[in-house]
């Protein structure tokens, strides 16, 4: 049987990944789900949901919590990683302090996702060195934030297995189910970029090109990026190129808000656990629509099938580049395309590189190498440099006042600085 760790299991979303395993019973026989988290009462809560809900699923599984991280490792086949060091209270700062200077203030871009790098890359290779003794064969499932970066830092830091997720790797298809009412298996398409900087060309349907029509809808479910400037980019990019191609007017929205993304979290979150922790309820709760992250589960299980049960199948992973996007190093960690099976996963060639966005993927993996060094070696040149190479950062007025405010709100996390 399969043991499955989940590190970072008080999060909100672990219910989800029993969900997808209780849909994928007959081909995942998972005898052992590991829950750990350093958060004691989250996990406690976690254990308690996730037992009655098992049960209404039907799953055949025994279930356990741990504050061990050696306990929760050992003999694992897989370890799904969806950690937040220093959760949304840090989070916050992340989105906060770079708005103070009408810069972009997000979670994963810009001077925040880098801080919030630096927080997380030391406890992920701890994490991931600690793997390659006790469970040098299982896979580590990265969703921790921010995911190239991560997966980058363990890549080449570590000896561990590990394949970086992110649910936009199935947004084209979640879009063209939602705008045409088209099944998965039916939609096809090229993805090329980094994490959170991605562009999404050749859509097929069935094998054949979409029409312009279709496109144009597929296109308008991604609601972060201007119509128009889909169509005339003949590409869909990630939603998180608003912040490259509409900086001003969401840097002035996001500066107008009455809360960040992560306070409003923060608060949807009290509601998730209230409901979590009520011993008679096994539902899922509704608030945890409002998440960002639904549709990791099945990401996440998709991989486990394809590789538990050598199962041949195309998703998008995070992965050295090795040749697959031409203009990038091949140390870089690119989210492309893939084929996973047994094996693992091969990048599959980019065959077209979309005209006008390999500059920017180029500067933003020049920013995520640095911000890697940096955040390995403790070195404040190198995070200098690293925003010096940021689109969104760039000036040295910026970098000058940021660094030491960065670094201080984040002090506590930063045993490395
Ligand atoms: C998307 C991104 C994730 C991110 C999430 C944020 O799904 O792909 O990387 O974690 O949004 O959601 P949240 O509800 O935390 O704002
Ligand atoms: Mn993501």
Redesign the pocket.
């Known amino acids: 049987g399969m043991k499955f760790t989940i590190v970072g299991a008080g999060s909100s979303y672990t219910p989800e990944l029993l969900d997808e395993m209780g849909m994928r019973k007959e081909q995942l026989p998972v005898k052992e789900i590991m829950l750990y988290d350093i958060d004691e009462k989250r996990l406690g809560i976690m254990e308690g949901f996730c037992q009655r809900f098992a049960k209404k699923l039907g799953l055949d599984v025994e279930i356990r919590a741990t504050t061990s991280l050696d306990k929760a490792l050992y003999g694992a086949d897989f370890v799904d990683t969806q950690i937040r060091v220093g959760g949304n209270k840090q989070r916050v700062k992340d989105e906060k302090i770079p708005l103070r200077y009408n810069l972009v203030g997000q979670e994963?871009t810009g001077a925040g996702g880098m801080m919030k790098a630096f927080r997380t890359i030391p406890v992920m290779l701890e994490i991931a060195e600690k793997m390659e003794e006790l469970s040098p064969n299982g896979w580590l499932i990265n969703y921790t934030?921010p995911?190239g970066l991560v997966t980058e830092a363990v890549t080449r830091y570590t000896n561990a297995n590990i394949a970086g997720f992110?649910?936009?790797g199935i947004f084209p298809k979640m879009w063209a189910k939602r705008a045409l009412g088209i099944p998965y298996e039916q939609v096809q398409y090229d993805y090329m970029g980094l994490n959170?900087m991605n562009f999404i060309s050749n859509i097929t349907i069935d094998g054949r090109p979409v029409t312009e029509a279709e496109f144009e809808k597929i296109a308008a479910q991604n609601d972060d990026v201007d119509l128009e400037l889909i169509k005339l980019l003949g590409v869909i990019p990630s939603p998180y190129l608003q912040w490259y191609y509409h900086t001003n007017e969401k840097v002035a929205m996001f500066k107008a808000a009455p809360k960040t993304?992560g306070e409003y979290?923060q608060e949807l979150e009290k509601d998730v656990y209230a409901a979590y922790a009520d011993e008679t309820n096994c539902e899922k709760p509704k608030a945890l629509a409002k998440?960002?992250?639904g549709g990791y589960s099945e990401v996440a299980m998709g991989f486990v099938n394809a590789v538990y049960n050598n199962v041949d199948t195309k998703m998008v992973v995070n992965v050295p580049n090795k040749g697959a996007v031409s203009f990038l190093p091949d140390s870089a960690v690119v989210e492309v395309g893939c084929l996973v099976n047994k094996t693992g996963m091969q990048p599959l060639h980019v065959t077209e590189v979309p005209s006008m966005c390999w500059g920017l993927v180029a500067a933003v993996k020049n920013y995520e190498q640095l911000a890697v060094e940096a955040a390995v070696e403790g070195d404040v040149r190198k995070m200098k440099l690293a925003l010096l190479a940021h689109p969104l950062v760039r000036q040295w007025e910026y970098v000058e006042k940021l660094v030491p405010e960065l670094l201080e709100a984040n002090k506590e996390y930063l045993p490395q600085f």
Request: aromatic content about 0%; glycine content about 24%.
């Open positions: 994963t934030n995911t992110c649910s936009g959170h993304r979290v998440r960002g992250g």
